[in-house]
């Protein structure tokens, strides 16, 4: 079974300028989540997805930053206009969870790597 | 969500056994202990999880007392490339939101 794939691994940008990443999750898997991953620390929910529905995008800085998941599989996150501050490792994972169902594992993907100078 | 605190990092070597605690005095009745493991450039990736008394699988064994405000990931005979952080989670069955700490970074000596 092939795992979470993420693009691209790797990313520098300068500040003010936009980047996207993009997810293809486990195929059947229901639920898809971005995490922010600084370094030192452990991977924070940015954002869930059930289908192509936003289930909790609570910790979203949503002034600079967006995600969709069309057609309730693959997901693109983007940061626009991107900060220093958000130089970290975004990960993707998903989940086969759906309503009702009780906790599932979560399925992550190996993470781009995002250098803001 | 019930907080978790677990050692910042430890130290062991090779065929060690080597237990990580993770305190959870704030766990609420229908939520679950997870443990998952992550190594350099990875994502984190699922151990073991359980709800109260012992569980095992081929990797890990995970022990929780009766009360669960605490529980004990048990590495058997760890290996060099055991050398990962590992975060011990709290989550109900009705979410399956993970709020990661900042884990136990493990170090595996020869």
């Known amino acids: 079974e092939a795992g979470v794939a993420q693009s691209p691994r790797y990313k520098i940008i300068e500040k003010r300028q936009s980047v996207a990443f993009w997810c293809n999750p486990i195929?059947?898997?229901?639920?898809l989540y971005w995490y922010q991953q600084i370094l030192g620390q452990g991977p924070k929910l940015l954002i869930q997805f059930q289908n192509n529905g936003v289930v909790d995008d609570s910790q979203l800085p949503k002034d600079r930053f967006s995600a969709e998941r069309l057609k309730g599989v693959d997901s693109t996150l983007k940061i626009q206009p991107a900060k220093l501050e958000d130089s970290a490792v975004y990960l993707c994972?998903?989940?086969?969870?759906?309503?009702?169902?009780?906790?599932?594992?979560?399925?992550f993907g190996p993470g781009t790597r995002l250098t803001v100078l | 969500l019930a907080k978790t605190t677990q050692p910042i990092s430890m130290d062991s070597y090779e065929g060690q056994e080597v237990n990580i605690t993770c305190s959870h005095n704030?766990?609420?009745?229908?939520?679950?202990i997870t443990w998952y493991q992550q190594f350099p450039s990875q994502g984190p990736r699922f151990i073991i999880q359980?709800?109260?008394t012992k569980v095992t699988n081929e990797v890990a064994s995970l022990f929780i007392p009766a009360d669960r405000k605490s529980s004990t990931l048990s590495l058997p005979r760890v290996s060099l490339s055991d050398t990962a952080v590992y975060y011990c989670l709290v989550g109900g069955a009705d979410t399956d939101k993970l709020i990661f700490g900042t884990g136990t970074r493990l170090q595996v000596f020869p």
């Open positions: 704030n766990i609420a009745t229908n939520d679950y």
């Open positions: 994972a998903s989940s086969t969870r759906t309503s009702g169902v009780s906790y599932n594992e979560q399925f």
């Open positions: 195929s059947g898997h229901a639920t």
């Open positions: 359980g709800y109260k």
